[in-house]
């Protein structure tokens, strides 16, 4: 509120007298006295009425009141009258303006920072907090406490009746009640006044022992070294060696004499050969050494092979994935087509593979390959043919040896043990020689009469042979030649077709050595035996095209599968004449292969890039798992690892891709599986499959 202060009015003596008069003092004067609520006309100052002063009244002197000033701020803001009428409302809320309102956080699920405003927990400040001791009359905790309460005061109150009435008998006669009114008291503990009794324990006194031995003697070394030295150093051990290997086992020479020795020699004609960069020694440990560093490169690669496993498959018991792993490829293969797989039985991250063309046009000269995983990064043996590679297989009982099938009609056999890349054994046409490609071979795992060695090949020509390795040459006898069957009463009223018809593939029965099928190029599957070379056993009329790949299942005899370029794959009994199950895959089916750890798993490979995997036990119908593989090349020839769940497949552009299974793909056991450990693995395995055919007739 401002406060007005008038000037001081001239009297008619001549003095000042200092007046201060306000406005609002006056209004509310005037507004008390009636009397001067009178209209005044417009324009009339009113008049003061003189006081006439009581003459006994001395006259006092005047004295001038502290002048108010007040100061106004110079940022006031300067506002009219309508605007100091405004009413300003004011709403309190609960927020606390301290809390920051700008804070981001990271989000998981989006990948970026987001604002995370303030909750309602945020703004609450907590100024003092008791935990209170006092229960509700309805809860159940109070109740348990007032029926604790109750029975502790119950035996309370027994104990003293019982103490009382002792006391009693006690002091029966003597009339004192002094003891009576003893035995009445309370004796329970005072929770409000309460002392804890505790006992302190002598402490053993602290001994410290020390012992000091005489440090070790120490020789202090130091020598330089540089190649030339490195160099000599390696030359004289391999000389050392080479001395060691002339001279008998028995004799003992020291280090020192056999050096004099060497250098003492003027015969330095076997020095001189001795290369030592190249030299078996430096061989193995550059390959040792390539082994570590490959490893050390791909080390999370090589942690997924041995420990990753899928946990989606908790999730989707009826599925499973392929995990890629490595990608096997070599400069010196080209733009050759993967022919052929083969694992090697002895060492299992051994498998080789057969480069060449499965195109007329474009044949050329063919590579073998032999991978290994433990260095994904260079093949451990190559080995160059004069025409492409079309099939190979290694020798169950020598892990070493090598057949190997071409396609202009010859065989040879390696050795990969000693290192040469020259075979020991090749075809010629004077020892005989298949006039078409060689699409299969495969070794002779039987007893046989003589203790040479032989394998078996099939061919386009129509021929099925057997290779003996003699001390000299590769003898070819044939077995079987593979006429044309027909099966529609239509075709037995026309001529039959002249020449034979040309072999795909075969397999050998495990049980019954004599026993083996052949899948043409016509489509038909024929069961031959050995004994009977003119004629088939069985004929069944399996595809429309050619039978790329014919497989006697490894834990059942009588059943085996095949695949054609006609899109299917089919399950038979050799007993019956019909297919127990088919499966059209949708694209041609370049391969199909049992698995080595279950009777109703197999895998088949199409030419549009995926793996299908099957598992008959949990669906006869869809496949566990289909799976692109690559993007713009045809899968060729598939294979599964006898020891570890991991497959390989190769393409048409020269490359073998390894994948390994989910577990959801690799269950050796039914889940309801009964007396797991009652005849082993193999005779579970064929349960399985009986009980599969039983439910599939």
């Not at 051990?237 to 290997?245: Q, V």
């Not at 004629?535 to 599968?561: C, L, R």
């Not at 299974?661 to 005779?683: H, K, M, T, W």
Request: net charge negative.
């Amino acid at each position: 509120m401002v406060l007005r202060q008038s000037k001081s009015v001239p009297t008619a003596k001549g003095n000042r007298n200092p007046v201060a008069k306000e406005d609002v003092v006056l209004k509310q004067r005037r507004s008390n006295n009636p009397s001067s609520a009178k209209k005044k006309p417009p324009g009339q100052v009113p008049r003061k009425k003189k006081i006439k002063k009581d003459p006994s009244e001395q006259e006092q002197p005047t004295v001038q009141g502290p002048i108010k000033r007040i100061i106004k701020p110079e940022n006031q803001l300067e506002l009219s009258e309508q605007e100091l009428q405004e009413d300003v409302t004011r709403i309190l809320t609960g927020d606390d303006p301290n809390v920051p309102k700008n804070v981001c956080k990271f989000s998981y699920k989006d990948r970026c920072f987001k604002p995370d405003p303030p909750g309602q927990g945020d703004n609450m400040a907590i100024h003092f907090s008791v935990e209170g001791s006092v229960l509700h009359e309805e809860s159940e905790e109070y109740e348990k406490y007032y029926e604790k309460d109750i029975s502790d005061e119950q035996t309370t109150a027994i104990d003293n009746e019982n103490v009382a009435s002792d006391m009693q008998t006690t002091t029966a006669g003597s009339g004192d009640s002094s003891t009576l009114a003893l035995a009445a008291v309370d004796h329970t503990k005072n929770q409000f006044n309460y002392s804890e009794r505790a006992s302190q324990t002598f402490n053993n006194p602290l001994r410290s022992r020390e012992v000091q031995t005489s440090p070790p003697p120490v020789t202090q070394f130091s020598e330089q070294v540089n190649q030339w030295m490195v160099y000599d150093t390696y030359k004289s051990e391999c000389l050392i060696s080479m001395m060691e290997n002339k001279q008998d086992v028995n004799s003992k020479i020291s280090f020192e004499d056999k050096l004099a020795s060497i250098v003492s020699e003027k015969d330095g004609a076997e020095l001189e050969k001795a290369d030592i960069m190249h030299g078996e020694s430096m061989e193995s440990a550059l390959k040792i050494m390539g082994r570590l560093v490959n490893q050390n490169a791909g080390d999370e690669i090589f942690q997924d092979f041995k420990y990753y496993e899928d946990k989606a498959d908790i999730i989707k018991p009826g599925q499973g994935t392929l995990l890629p792993l490595w990608r096997f490829s070599n400069d010196r293969t080209g733009k050759k087509q993967v022919t052929s797989l083969c694992w090697n039985p002895r060492y299992n991250d051994l498998f080789a593979v057969g480069y060449g063309s499965y195109e007329f046009t474009r044949q050329s000269t063919g590579v073998v390959c032999c991978y290994s995983l433990k260095n994904t990064s260079h093949p451990e043996y190559v080995i160059g043919t004069e025409s492409g590679v079309m099939c190979l297989d290694f020798h169950q009982a020598h892990p070493s040896l090598l057949a190997v099938g071409c396609y202009d009609g010859s065989v040879s056999v390696y050795d990969i043990g000693n290192g040469s890349k020259k075979p020991i054994y090749s075809s010629s046409i004077r020892s005989g020689k298949h006039s078409d490609p060689v699409w299969q071979v495969r070794w002779c795992v039987g007893n046989t009469s003589n203790k040479e060695m032989n394998f078996y090949s099939i061919s386009s020509d129509g021929k099925v042979a057997i290779w003996t390795m003699s001390k000299n040459d590769l003898k070819m006898e044939p077995v079987m030649l593979l006429k044309h069957a027909n099966f529609s009463k239509e075709d037995l009223d026309e001529p039959t077709l002249t020449g034979l018809a040309g072999g795909c593939s075969f397999d050998f029965n495990a049980s019954l050595d004599s026993l083996f099928l052949v899948g043409t190029e016509e489509g038909n599957i024929h069961e031959c035996s050995k004994a009977y070379s003119g004629q088939y056993i069985k004929s069944y009329d399996g595809h429309h095209m050619a039978v790329n790949t014919v497989q006697w299942n490894p834990f059942h005899e009588d059943i085996f599968i095949s695949c054609s370029a006609d899109w299917t794959v089919k399950i038979w009994d050799h007993k019956s004449l019909k297919c127990l199950l088919h499966f059209d895959l949708g694209n041609a089916v370049g391969d199909v292969c049992w698995s080595p750890y279950s009777s109703t798993v197999f895998a088949a490979v199409t030419t549009d890039g995926r793996v299908h995997i099957f598992d008959l036990s949990q669906n006869k119908r869809e496949p566990l798992c289909c799976q692109k593989v690559v993007k713009k090349a045809r899968l060729t020839n598939i294979s599964f690892n006898p020891n570890d769940h991991i497959l390989i497949a190769g393409d048409d552009r020269g490359s073998v891709h390894s994948l390994k299974l989910s577990p959801n793909l690799r269950q050796l056991y039914c889940a309801n599986e009964d007396n797991i450990e009652e005849g082993g693995v193999d005779s579970i395995q064929k349960r399985k499959m009986m009980r599969l055919l039983s439910r599939t007739l």
